[in-house]
C-alpha cells in the first residue's frame, strides 16, 4: 500500500472466449456477478457475443476506515478486504463475496474471529428451517455442505465468513447472514487470518478516494437504501480531501454520471485547482 493512495488496480478488456459466461469471466478474474454485470449491463451474462470485449472491472478505492486493520467487509460492494502488515510494509488481500438476502443482511458492526474450521458441519439455522424444513439439522463436511471446505466463524449473531459449494452465488444476495467466498479464495484467507483478528462489515455504496493526483469515486447499487442524498454524501466526503490536499477542481458531469449508472467502477471526479 502506498501512503495518501486509496485507489488500486486497473481496470481493462478482455476477449470472451467460446462456450464462456460473465460468471466464468468473473471467477477467473476474482470478481463476483454484480460486478461483472454492473461493468457490462449490455451483454447477455449467459451467452455473450464470442470473441466480444468484455470490461473487467478489477480497479479498487478502499473501504472509508480510520485505519486499515484486519477484515473489513463491504456489503454494498459484496466485496471482502483483508489488511496485513509485513516488516513495515502495509498490503490487503480482497476478494468477493456473497452476501445476505434481503431481510437476512449482515447487521454493521465491529466482530471478531472467534474460530477457524477446515471440513465445518453445518448447523442448520433455526431461520433456514423454517422455510426448508425437510432440511436436516446438520449437513457432514462434503459436496452437498453449503460452508464449504473452509469457516471464519465470528463472535456474534451466528455469523461467519466461509466457502461455498455453490461459487455462482459470489456477489448475489444469497446467504442468511453469513459471507460466502469462492473456496478457492476462502482457502488463502484461512491461511493468513488468526483467530481474534478484527472484522468490521459496513454498508458502503459510495466510495471516494484518491490517486494519481485525482478523487475518485465508485458507487453500487445501494439495494438497502440507506443513501438518502447520494450529491450531499457525496460533497461532504469531497471536503475532507479539500481539507487534505486543497481547493478541488469538480467534474459534476462526471460525479453525476458515476451516481446514476452504479457501473462499479472507478471514476475520476476532481483535482486540484490549477495556482
Known sequence: MNPGTTCYGTTRSVKVNEKETLLDIARDL???YNQIIAAN??????VPA???L??????FILPRESEYTGIVV?????????FMSDGGHDYFLTAPIGVGTEGFLTKPGNYKVKSKTVNPTWVVPESIKKLEPD?????????????GDFALRLSQMEYAI??????????????????RMYPEDIAELYSLVQVGTAVHVIYEPIKIGWGDGKCWIQVFDDYDGQITNP???VTDDLSFYETAKGPLEIDFKALFRALKEKTGMPVAIAQPKAP
Not at 432440511?135 to 460452508?147: A, S
Open 30 to 32: 476474482d470478481l463476483g
Open 41 to 46: 449491463p449490455e451483454t447477455d451474462p449467459w
Open 50 to 52: 464470442k470473441t466480444s
Open 54 to 59: 468484455v470490461t473487467v472491472p478489477t480497479a
Open 74 to 82: 463491504n456489503l454494498a460492494e459484496m466485496r471482502l478486504y483483508y
Open 135 to 147: 432440511l436436516p439439522d446438520k449437513v457432514p463436511p462434503g459436496p452437498d455442505n453449503p460452508m
Open 162 to 179: 466461509h466457502g461455498t459449494n455453490k461459487p455462482w452465488g459470489i456477489g448475489r444476495r444469497v446467504s442468511h447472514g453469513c459471507m
Open 231 to 233: 450529491v450531499s454524501k
